[in-house]
């Protein structure tokens, strides 16, 4: 096997780990995870002492087995879980999962918050240290961050609460039954007394920590904090420019660096100018590093370091490499699109479902209609290019890590293993993000600066440079969808085939992004279903592009849905209600799957609120599109006008959305209007071309993201059902692009097919 | 090469040692560990290295430092009033919880703060324009738009 096919295959390998890890999914019990508990019953719950309600104790003490390792928590403070400190400095709630702009250092201590019964303005939030003993896995990723902290969260601070209460009371020398609590206060209401939280922490400390499985939550109901809109914790920071990002680290004697890699992934350095490099100035030492042979984690390269990005930037000017591309990946767009159309004609390679006779009912079918659909790679264009800052002290054996990362905990045991470093040898500060969306949860540039880090006196930042970032991306893949449908006399759906041409890296699976499985095909609610599949060699690695999959398989199959409804002749969204049929799990006892009833509210929510059915003047018109993905389920109506053809203004997109109970509703906003806008941005006009495997497209100015004056307005309506909460970062994009071109159809009746769309010619304006 | 002198934020800087070319966004950054204004391209695509130029936007990614020299410079650290009190936009931005990463943030505010400077009551057109040039991944526009004119209408309630 060749070092290059080693490495995809590792490469490979490393990004299903991933995969695993995101996609797995909280504990699945969670059906009403809201308690139906009453009021009445909840302050019974909670009471502690007197009323014969006993709460199991465990015989730890709290503050001393649960502090954490970094930090000294003396009898003083209240800290039963490492997720909340109270003493007389105040409250503090950790932040525990990393921020790349989805609002959870923000939403999630709300969570704690709110079973604390804590004031948020008296709340400090604090981002936390990295530890799977105190928080578990600590992630951001496949919209699971809300669900996995949801339970445990509450529980943490719960608990607290619960021992606050029990100290007042047995200050007072009253039954805890008999005290509420409020603002950060246990009240007393028979005898009117108070006492604040931060004044009772070492009371409670001293008390036994109860069995968090066993304390009773709030009724939803009893809610004060939780679906209110709470501005972001750094928001005063963001807007004043402090040093908040991963770019942003400082440190005394930092030292700046670049890393060149081959353009085409998995070519290897044969020989460079690093002599000329060296001696250029403001740079101290130019050197080759051989990459460790995964691909998501250190290719082969050239470090430069320097006194500033600049420095190094303008050293890149001057390095001359010579590239050996043996194994170097060879992808090539414009042959691939070729050999994907050629196949569209044939049947697929593998046949993942056949439901009833499709080929009866196709050939029974009074229409039947046919169409091709595609979509191009994309790169993840986060505003800031990767980057990482590196400490390596040499004389304790140690590394420091200041990482903008996804997955903190896995890029530890990733510098564990290429440094061969112990896990406790390394410390990661988490910083934020400027945007994730899914390129963060890889840790190749955290590799990188360790690995230089590893060579050099002293700490250095890593700064990637747009074109880096664009050139060094795990894609979101390419797909095709040859389709076919079959409607009887009726205008009914009874025949849906669906031959998808995807790509794979280790010549088995699908590169991630591309697995579309049955159940995820709307079509297999159709009597007589086909899912065929071919997959294309692809060698540039894939990855997670928000709502992977979910992204671009709606585009498709929202499409040809109206497509369908369109030759039937029937109003879209009583076409699409008919599919749903009754309200069901399609998948039962797992939460994590469609329910056609869920769905079908969305739908009627969105069309309602968007004014379905109304009449337009002539070139403008409305477009509907669901998509269920993240265990959220999203409808959205795209109001737009045509002109010249061409020309598209999208004004405005209405968004029905069942998630749950929300958490943080300014959050929850926010991300449903970004994912619209998101969504439009890949829809006009990204597209990654690969020539002999090298990106062509390099910064935004050939990688255009929407602009300002492009922005629709958005309104977004949330159907808070009382099944536990899911995640919001990536389940509102898929329906987008699908609802817009919808639309497009009805005004101009011209049918888009392909992404970006101008690649049929159509611009957003 | 010369000393540069640099007044940046109303405090002058005397800088040794930097290339001709060496632009804006890498002395502010690198050398005067400015870090709020941020690199996205540097290409002037973005508008993350936004800063004003005596009184006007600027990239900093395209303006090269010694072009500076003698013109005031102000940065996303220097547009509240030097009492500390909060430019208004700063303000509304907190208010309307415009940020999601909010990395694009600082140029965001930076060029709403030139409009409103020329145009202290700007309509959705005259924001489309001046804010054209700053991407935002994370989709945060509308927020902008809605900050920016909350902003204007404070700005007219207690005078300028
Ligand atoms: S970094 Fe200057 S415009 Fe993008
Ligand atoms: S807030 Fe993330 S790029 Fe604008």
């Known amino acids: ?765 | 090469m010369s000393t540069l002198r640099l007044e940046v934020n109303g405090r002058d800087h005397a800088l040794e040692d930097i290339p001709e070319d060496m632009p804006l966004l890498w002395v502010l950054r690198d050398r005067l560990g400015l870090v709020g204004t941020r690199y996205g391209c540097g290409i002037a695509e973005c508008g993350a290295c936004t800063v004003h130029l005596g009184g006007s936007p600027v990239r900093a990614c395209q303006v090269p430092a010694h072009a500076a020299a003698g013109q005031a410079v102000t940065t996303i650290e220097g547009l509240a009033r030097p009492d500390g009190r909060l430019h208004p936009l700063q303000q509304a931005w907190i208010d309307h919880d415009v940020a999601q990463c909010g990395y694009c943030q600082s140029g965001q505010l930076m060029s709403a703060a030139a409009l409103l400077a020329r145009n202290p009551a700007p309509s959705d057109s005259d924001i489309d324009t001046a804010l054209a040039g700053n991407l935002c991944r994370c989709g945060t526009y509308l927020r902008i738009r809605r900050a920016i004119h909350d902003a204007a209408a404070r700005l007219a309630e207690v005078g300028t």
């Open chain 1, 1 to 765: 096997m060749s070092a290059a096919g080693s490495a995809r295959r590792r490469g490979e390998a490393s990004l299903q780990a991933i995969a695993h890890e995101v996609l797995t999914r909280p504990e699945a019990g969670l059906r009403l995870a809201v308690s139906r508990l009453d009021r009445r019953r909840f302050l019974q719950l909670t009471g502690l002492a007197g009323g014969g309600l006993m709460l199991a104790f465990s015989l730890r003490p709290a503050g001393a087995a649960t502090a954490p390792a970094r930090e000294t928590v003396g009898a003083e403070t209240l800290a039963p879980s490492a997720y909340l400190r109270i003493s007389t400095e105040g409250i503090v709630i950790h932040a525990t999962q990393p921020e790349c702009g989805q609002g959870v250092k923000t939403a999630m201590p709300m969570i704690i918050a709110e079973e604390l019964d804590a004031a948020w303005s008296e709340v400090e939030v604090r981002q936390s240290w990295i530890s799977e003993t105190d928080f578990g896995r600590q992630f951001a990723g496949g919209s699971t961050g809300i669900p996995r902290v949801w339970l445990p969260m509450r529980r943490a601070g719960a608990v607290a609460r619960v021992m606050l209460v029990a100290a007042a009371a047995e200050h007072w020398g009253v039954a805890a039954e008999d005290c509420t609590t409020a603002d950060s206060h246990v009240l007393h209401a028979s005898s009117g007394r108070r006492v604040a939280y931060v004044a009772l922490a070492d009371a409670a400390a001293r008390l036994p920590v109860p069995d968090a499985e066993r304390v009773a939550l709030k009724p939803r109901e009893a809610f004060r904090l939780l679906g209110t809109r709470v501005t972001g914790v750094d928001n005063t920071a963001l807007v004043t420019g402090q040093p908040l990002f991963g770019s942003d680290q400082q440190l005394p004697g930092m030292r700046h660096a670049a890393y060149v890699k081959c353009p085409a992934i998995g070519g290897r350095v044969r020989s460079a100018n690093l002599d000329v490099i060296r001696a250029l100035p403001g740079i101290d030492s130019a050197f080759v590093l051989e990459g460790n042979g995964d691909l998501t984690e250190l290719k082969p390269g050239i470090a430069i370091v320097g006194r500033d990005t600049w420095a190094v930037m303008q050293a890149r000017e001057a390095l001359e490499v010579e590239w050996d591309e043996t194994s170097a990946a060879r992808d090539d767009w414009a042959e691939t699109l070729a050999e994907a159309r050629r196949l569209t004609d044939s049947q697929g390679a593998e046949r993942l479902a056949d439901q009833g006779d499709l080929d009866a009912a196709l050939a029974g079918a009074t229409t039947t209609v046919e169409a091709i659909y595609s979509y191009a790679f994309v790169a993840h264009a986060q505003l800031e290019p990767q980057t990482c800052t590196a400490w390596y002290h040499a004389d304790e054996g140690r590394i420091e890590l200041w990482a903008p990362t996804q997955t903190p905990q896995r890029a530890v045991s990733n510098v564990a293993g290429l440094l061969d470093l112990d896990e406790s040898a390394i410390t990661l500060h988490q910083l934020r993000m400027g945007g994730g969306f899914g390129r963060r949860l890889v840790n190749d540039p955290v590799c990188e600066a360790a690995a230089i880090a590893r060579r050099i006196d002293g700490p250095v930042k890593l700064q990637w440079t747009r074109e880096d970032d664009m050139h060094h991306d795990y894609l979101r893949a390419g797909g095709f969808h040859a389709l076919k449908g079959g409607l009887d006399a009726e205008g009914r759906a009874v025949a849906w085939q669906n031959h998808f041409i995807t790509f794979t890296a280790d010549g088995r699976n699908p590169v991630f992004g591309g697995n579309l499985r049955p159940n995820e095909d709307l079509g297999h609610l159709i009597a007589n279903f086909r899912l065929e599949r071919t997959q294309l060699p692809w060698a540039s690695p894939c990855g997670f592009w928000r709502a992977p999959g979910a992204s671009v398989f709606a585009f498709a199959l929202q499409g040809f849905l109206h497509e369908l409804s369109t030759a039937a002749g029937r109003d879209h969204l009583e076409f699409l209600l008919e599919i749903l049929g009754e309200p069901r799990w399609l998948e039962p006892d797992n939460t994590w799957a469609l329910h056609t009833g869920r769905a079908a509210d969305v739908l009627k929510l969105a069309a309602e609120q968007a004014g379905w059915g109304r009449s337009l003047p002539e070139g403008r018109a409305l477009g509907l599109a669901f998509y269920f993905s993240h265990a959220a389920h999203v409808a959205q109506v795209a109001e737009v006008s045509v002109e010249d053809g061409q020309r598209i203004r999208v004004h405005e997109v209405t968004v029905a959305c069942d998630v749950g109970p929300i958490v943080n509703l300014s959050g929850a906003e926010n991300q449903s209007e970004g994912s619209v806008i998101d969504g439009l941005s890949a829809m006009a006009g990204q597209k990654l071309t690969h020539e002999r495997g090298r990106v062509r497209e390099s910064n935004f100015d050939r990688y255009p993201l929407l602009r300002l004056p492009q922005a629709p307005r958005v309104s977004t309506h949330f159907i808070q059902s009382d099944w536990s909460p899911s995640g919001l970062g990536e389940p509102v994009l898929p329906p987008v692009a699908p609802a817009v071109c919808n639309a497009v159809y009805t005004a101009c009746g011209r049918r888009i097919r392909q992404l970006p769309i101008s690649e049929q010619g159509f611009r957003l304006i």
